[in-house]
């Protein structure tokens, strides 16, 4: 459970990192099949993060949420890397962000203004 829980830490989000062990904790739910769901829950209980693990590697939709329970990033992963379309929003809901990566390296980004317009895109 120990080393679970460290490959955990380490797959947390750097700002989650950075608020210690004893401001973050997890909860793992096994399901059916091979597939564990993390939920990462900050010093009130309230959940940060979470999303899906498979062979101690993230994968599937990763969610995060701000202190009001808002969604500010859907993220996809495969084997552990970042893959797919990833959307930041910021803490009032507004798509801030898409940024599409494969095989863990942006390919595209796309930022948004506060009236939804495309402000900037970058291509790699």
């Known amino acids: 459970m120990t080393c679970l829980l460290n490959i955990l830490m380490l797959s947390a989000p ?7 062990a004893a401001e973050l904790s997890s909860q793992m739910i096994e399901l059916p099949g091979e597939l564990t769901e993390v939920i990462y829950l900050d010093e009130h209980g309230n959940i940060i993060q979470r999303g899906y693990m498979l062979d101690g590697e993230k994968t599937g939709t990763w969610l995060t949420y701000n202190i009001n329970g808002d969604i500010t990033a859907k993220a996809n992963y495969e084997n552990g890397q970042k893959q797919g379309k990833w959307k ?20 595209w980004a796309q930022q948004y203004n506060d009236d939804g317009d495309l402000t900037a895109f970058t291509y790699k």
């Not at 750097?14 to 210690?20: D, N, S």
């Open 14 to 20: 750097l700002e989650f990192q950075e608020m210690g």
């Open 88 to 107: 930041i929003y910021d803490n009032a809901g507004k798509l801030e962000y898409k940024i599409f990566y494969k095989n863990n390296k942006k390919v």
